[in-house]
């Protein structure tokens, strides 16, 4: 049986640093209306979805199976990607699995599943890869192309697996937030010889619109997206090349790290909706413990070939990626890099993760 082109999509974390593009994507040309799920519509984030055309706001939350049944009907298509730092690990599961089992039920005929790496699988189950934001998602990657085997004919489903956004090298309050150090650029972070396969937010809406668009190939494909494998020596080496300011690299052990700018949020629960006295909840520390040492062991591959025969004009090196960040800031009257990436105005320009616009308060 034929599966079927959508043509109105429901999604859930269109607010977030990755919805953004990708609903920009999706309505760029009215091929597609979406309606988006937020907490509060008059946010921001949510102006700037309605200011696109062709998306509406459903008020709500996704950990609510009336509003995720009001989401879904009257549309064919869903996009989820639940905000696990809200959730944490253990509620994102259920609601995740909630999610793929309603949209069935209310007649989605496809469903796209916004993903990350199963790592702790990857890693031959190597607790010292254990990264809950990562392994809460991956596990329903997994089980979900598992229920398309049986359910493809009802409703297609792809798994769409990325991974941190290379905004997040040259933004505040991320895991690798670059500081200015006697006018060197500077990231240390524990990453020791290894690289992260960062991601393009602009790439992201590229490869969520093709999985809509191609939905006979794309249903029961795992799409894992990436712009290159960046070690951050080559990272600092390309910053110098693009903007002609002196950037390094210093690999920095963990007790080193975590007793820097994170120190404060080190003990906090990584999912700031989660119990603190559930056994099952990671803290920061420990979930990002596992996340610098997936990159640093290079657990993780990409197929680099597939994203260049699906995307052809896709950002491929760190270089492109740095070098299409600076001219976009000065056309947007932003400054360059090197002045977007200084301390006193890196941290007054809007956030690039949710979690930190909502000061880690958002309702689940």
Known sequence: MSVHAPS?????????????????ALVADKKYSVRALSRDPASRRAKELVA????????????????????????????????????????????????????????????????????????????RFRAGHYDGKGRIGEWILSQNQTNKTRMGAAVFTTGPYMEMAVSAMTPMTPSVEEGV???????GNGAVPHVALEDCGYYA?????????????????????????????AFEKVTGRPARYIDTDLDSYWNGPLKMAASLPAGYNADPGDKSTMSFRDNFTGF???????????????????????IKSVEQWLRREDQLGRELGKGSLWERIQPQNLYKAPPLLKLTEDKRQGKL
């Open 8 to 24: 109105r999509i429901f999604v859930v974390g269109g607010t977030g640093a990755q919805g953004l593009p990708v609903i920009g």
């Open 52 to 127: 696109l055309g062709n998306v509406s706001i459903l008020e709500g939350t996704f950990a609510d199976e009336a509003t995720l049944r009001e989401g879904f009907r009257g549309c064919d298509g869903a996009y989820i990607n639940i905000d696990g730092f809200n959730t944490g690990e253990k509620t994102e599961i259920y609601w995740a699995i909630r999610s793929y089992e309603i949209a069935i039920e209310e007649g989605i005929k496809f469903f796209v599943y916004g993903n990350l790496d199963y790592a702790l699988k990857k890693s031959g189950y190597d607790s």
């Open 185 to 191: 650029v500077t990231w240390r972070v524990p990453l």
């Open 209 to 237: 619109r093709w999985l809509f668009d191609n939905p006979e190939r794309a249903s029961g494909m795992d799409l894992e997206v990436a712009i290159e494998d960046v070690d951050y020596q080559r990272l600092a080496a």
């Open 292 to 314: 610098w040492n997936i990159w640093k062991h290079k657990i993780i591959e990409r197929d680099y070939a597939l994203l260049d025969e699906i995307h052809p004009n896709r």
